[in-house]
């Protein structure tokens, strides 16, 4: 089957750090991606891990265990404009992606 | 570059109608993705063209809906008759190789 979990909403102070874990289940598994959603808007691409490991891009870090079915996405020196919905969502063999439900987070002053 | 576009951004229909959606995807990406996000749901994919073929189109919920990408270019997805359960936000993406993008969604509203 084809499954994705991830917190539902998460909230952290402006300055701090924070990590969206996610747990997948999937068939044909070909990588994982995180995507960023602001309320109304088009979701938007952040990672993509398809080897074990950690990627690190600015701020933001995303890492994955394949053996696991385990990935992360960290978040550094957060700020308000930070608050949004993190979608982590797995990927087929054939391009088709399969999202978890997001996780809202809340980033406080 | 323009991004992925798509048309209307809102429709309002009542029950039994015919709606068609359109979205035209970043120029010279041969792959075009639809997928949907009801209430309270995760996003789930509904189909894949790659050009003007159907690649997957697997997550289709019925033959109420027909997609159509003629000629490669822009796509079209068509529900006919709107029923209720086909209310929520259709979101097409494009890509050239994994990454894909999204356009701002089309929310759909059957009354």
């Known amino acids: 089957g084809q499954n994705i979990d991830q917190p539902t909403e998460m909230t952290a102070t402006e300055g701090a750090i924070v990590q969206i874990n996610c747990t997948y289940q999937?068939?044909?598994?070909?990588?994982l991606f995180w995507y960023q959603q602001h309320a109304g808007e088009a979701p938007t691409f952040l990672s993509y891990?398809?080897?074990?490991g950690l990627e690190e891009k600015g701020r933001f870090s995303s890492f994955l265990s394949r053996s696991k079915g385990y990935s992360y996405l960290l978040l550094k020196e957060l700020q308000m404009k930070d608050s949004a919905s993190y979608l982590c969502?797995?990927?087929?063999?054939?391009?088709?992606?399969?999202f978890g439900q997001g996780t809202t987070l809340q980033v406080k002053p | 570059e323009a991004g992925v576009t798509q048309f209307p951004s809102h429709s309002v229909i009542e029950k039994g109608q015919t709606v068609t959606l359109r979205c035209d995807p970043i120029?010279?990406?041969?792959?075009l993705y639809w997928y949907r996000r009801v209430m309270g749901k995760e996003i789930k994919f509904l189909l894949h063209?790659?050009?003007?073929?159907?690649?997957?189109e697997s997550g289709m919920p019925n033959n109420r809906f027909l997609a159509e990408r003629t000629g490669g270019t822009y796509s079209t997805l068509k529900v006919q008759p709107a029923e209720l359960e086909d209310s929520g936000v259709y979101f097409c993406?494009?890509?050239?190789?994994?990454?894909?993008?999204f356009g701002p969604g089309t929310r759909l509203t059957v009354t």
């Open positions: 063209f790659v050009k003007e073929s159907k690649q997957d």
């Open positions: 993406a494009s890509s050239h190789s994994y990454e894909q993008y």
């Open positions: 969502v797995s990927s087929g063999n054939t391009g088709k992606l399969i």
């Open positions: 891990n398809v080897l074990d």
């Open positions: 999937t068939s044909g598994f070909n990588g």
């Open positions: 120029s010279g990406h041969d792959n």
